[in-house]
């Protein structure tokens, strides 16, 4: 069975580089695939996002990535995907995610969603949070594939790490 893994991927962290690595030894192949939202404003556009996750996925052969727009379980009928594949990092996702897999299963019943447990070390770990470190300045080495942490780097034009003391002083 093909499962699809549906996100953003703004940027692609290690917590999900574990999932398609996980994923990928479960079915027969994994499609990541990158929503194109024209709503959000994101840190990398949509193709960039495309080859970062390339980059980072080389050595999974049976991993493949492409971009789609519209609804989830659509895209998932054109591909013949059997199975949206999601990771759960937290109790606060569950429901979130519940309430996707149900609506999804409401628009394609013969669609499964299966979720994998996120390794504990990456429990904490999302998007945003790189997101707002690097804003910072902060160091993202150990929470996003080496080829993101050089984007971040080169996007934010910043050598880590940077700290500003914000003090009033006497
Ligand atoms: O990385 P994210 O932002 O958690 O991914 C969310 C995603 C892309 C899986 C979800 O927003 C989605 O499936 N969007 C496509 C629109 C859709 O199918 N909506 C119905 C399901 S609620």
């Known amino acids: 069975m093909i499962a699809i893994y549906p996100g953003s991927f703004d940027p692609i962290t290690l917590g999900h ?5 996980r994923g990928s030894r479960l079915f027969e192949g994994i499609i990541v695939a990158v929503l194109c939202n024209p709503q959000k404003s994101p840190l990398f556009p949509v193709p960039h996002r495309l080859v ?3 980059a980072c ?3 999974l052969p049976n991993v493949t990535v492409e971009s789609f727009s519209g609804l989830t379980v659509d895209y998932a009928r054109l591909r013949k995907a059997g199975a949206i594949l999601r990771g759960l990092r937290v109790l ?3 429901e979130k995610e519940l309430q996707m897999a149900h ?3 409401t628009l394609c019943k013969e669609l499964e969603t299966i979720f994998l447990a996120t390794s504990t070390e990456y429990s ?4 945003s949070v790189v997101k707002e470190i690097a804003q910072f300045g902060g160091v993202v080495d150990h929470l996003v594939p080496v080829n993101v942490a050089q984007d971040i780097y080169r996007c934010f034009n910043k050598t880590p790490p940077a700290v500003t ?3 009033t002083i006497k």
């Open 17 to 21: 580089l574990d999932i398609i690595e």
């Open 52 to 54: 970062q996750i390339e």
């Open 57 to 59: 996925t080389q050595h």
């Open 92 to 94: 606060s996702d569950f």
């Open 103 to 105: 609506t999804n299963t």
């Open 124 to 127: 904490f770990l999302s998007s």
């Open 165 to 167: 003391l914000n003090t």
